[in-house]
Antibody
């Protein structure tokens, strides 16, 4: 059974940093692309970033480029999202998701999310 | 970037009704389209991929159609557990984008 458990969310001041983690189990972690999707309070879903199985290729939405870094540690079966220069508009629930395959796929399985609040 | 436009933003329907949600891409995406269901306070759930293929375990009252720029999600006979918000997402290229969502409410 695929399980994805996010952690690392919390309250952070504008301009601050945070690192989210997503512990994955139940599948061969290195064989699948992984994705972060966020949802601001009362709003819709927003794709944030994806990383291929090897970790060699990463992709970002424009609003987080240069501020967020996605990475993965195959030895720990864990996905990360390093967030810096945080802004109020980054406040959201952050979901990690396992894609259907390594390339050209969609978020097939989702974690329960972790809340990030950017406020002074 | 490819924009995804869903309609309607919300709808009210009764149990047993047939419901159709539309998703339009700003450029052709072949069949690289997925649909998701989200209930309040829960993570999204994948319903359909490749525009028309049901995920394992998804009831057959759900169906998806379309290719290119125009897509639909249809619920043939709405059940109480189907009241939720539905999102489309393309995965044709990066950046991926979601539609704005369609909230299906009880009439």
């Amino acid at each position: 059974e695929v399980q994805l458990v996010e952690s690392g969310g919390g309250l952070v001041q504008p301009g601050g940093s945070l690192r989210l983690s997503c512990a994955a189990s139940g599948f061969s972690f290195s064989n699948f692309a992984m994705t972060w999707v966020r949802q601001a309070p009362g709003k819709g879903l927003e794709w944030v970033s994806s990383i291929v199985g090897s970790g060699d290729n990463t992709y970002y939405t424009d609003s987080v480029k240069g501020r967020f870094t996605i990475s993965r540690d195959t030895s720990k079966n864990t996905l990360y999202l390093r967030m810096s220069s945080l802004r109020a508009e980054d406040t959201a629930i952050y979901f990690c998701a396992k894609e259907g395959r390594d390339l050209g796929s969609y978020p097939k399985y989702w974690g329960q999310g972790t809340l990030v609040t950017v406020s002074s | 970037d490819i924009q995804m436009t869903q309609s309607p933003p919300s709808l009210s329907a009764s149990v047993g009704d047939r419901v159709t949600i539309t998703c339009r891409a700003s450029q052709g995406i072949s069949n690289f389209l997925a649909w998701f269901q989200q209930k309040p306070g829960k993570a999204p759930k994948s319903l359909i991929f490749a525009a028309s293929i049901l995920q394992s375990g998804v009831p057959s009252r759900f169906s998806g159609r379309g290719s290119g720029t125009d897509f639909t999600l249809t619920i043939s006979s709405l059940q109480p557990e189907d009241f939720a918000t539905y999102y489309c997402q393309h995965y044709f290229t990066y950046p991926r984008t979601f539609g704005q969502g369609t909230k299906v409410e009880i009439k």
